[in-house]
């Protein structure tokens, strides 16, 4: 793979009296931003601003080196290339750290969050995203309080020296959520992520809490770094008066080979015949359409209302509980590994790496 933007590593030396070290892999984003002086937006800065605004980080007793991106991005510029290259840091360094805390943008640090727990299977260390609402500098900051628990959640291990959470995690706000349960909901607020459909893994307040009955078991199995995306997936959203024309367009983009459906409620949609109709030209060419709730609680079960079941005759493929940002990486890592339709839709019932909940009723 060609790894598009450049970056280098910075190590800082330390007294390491217990052998812990974290990988810093610092991508961009607010938290690292600061303000040009001639038109007051903010800008991405490099990581030695950062460590000059956090003295706090020479504290660890523990040895925390860096990688960073150059030059850093805004999150709006992520990208499957970019999500391979933080798979290859990771995979390159993954038997040196005891777990890797990523400095992101917080606008899509939910889908490369998503995009990660695939690309990583067998994790069995811990890989934290953080980012702030304000940078690092000013005086209100998030940035700092986020940054320094991710490096401690990173570093933690259980009483057998495992990792306490062997997954791919967002910390922020106080709350460290399973990555690809993960969406982002407010651009003011420092709690920004919400992950309605699992709880969180750990709290931290004056103490960490983890719920160690939430968090994935580690595993033995060693590391299987994956790199390819099909970016040929398309997110759908259904409103009240989408034209068969739009519908029709979406579904015939050339190469097209699967659609995340967003849809009302427990996963309803219209029942009008060129609707039910182009879904299913579209499930016949071999088109894989995964049914999202637009709802952020709760799970699609395409059978409990008329409405539903007509897509499910169709052949639209049920998303359960997910996310829109867990099922679009999802198609994403399955065809960028070739597979058919067929095995696509296979995967789509099976949790690959805890992004959806699997019961009776669904
Ligand atoms: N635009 C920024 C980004 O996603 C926002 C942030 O970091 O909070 O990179």
Redesign the pocket.
Known sequence: ILLSLHGNYVRIERMSPNNTSVLLIYT????G?IENAETGA?ESFNFEHLQKHVPELQNFTFRIDTYQFDPP????DMEPSLWAKIVAIINDNYENFDGFVIL??????AYTASALSFMLENLAKPVILT???LPIGTLRTDGKENLITSIEIAAAKNTNGEPLVPEVCIFFGNHLLRGNRTTKISAESFS?FVSTNYPPLAQAGVHIHYDENQIARTTSKPLRPHYLMNTNIVVLKLFPGISEQTVRSILNIPGLKGVVLETFGSGNAPVKEWFLYLLKEAVDKGIVIVNVSQCMGGSVQMSRYGTGCKLEDVGVVSGYDSTTEAVLTKLMFLFGHRYSAKVVKENMNRSLSGEITLTLHN
Do not use: E, N, P
Request: proline content about 0%; hydrophobic content about 30%; charged content about 10%.
């Open positions: 961009g984003g607010t938290i931003m903010l991005i805004d999150s709006s992101h943008g917080t606008d899509t640090m980012g702030s609402q920004a």
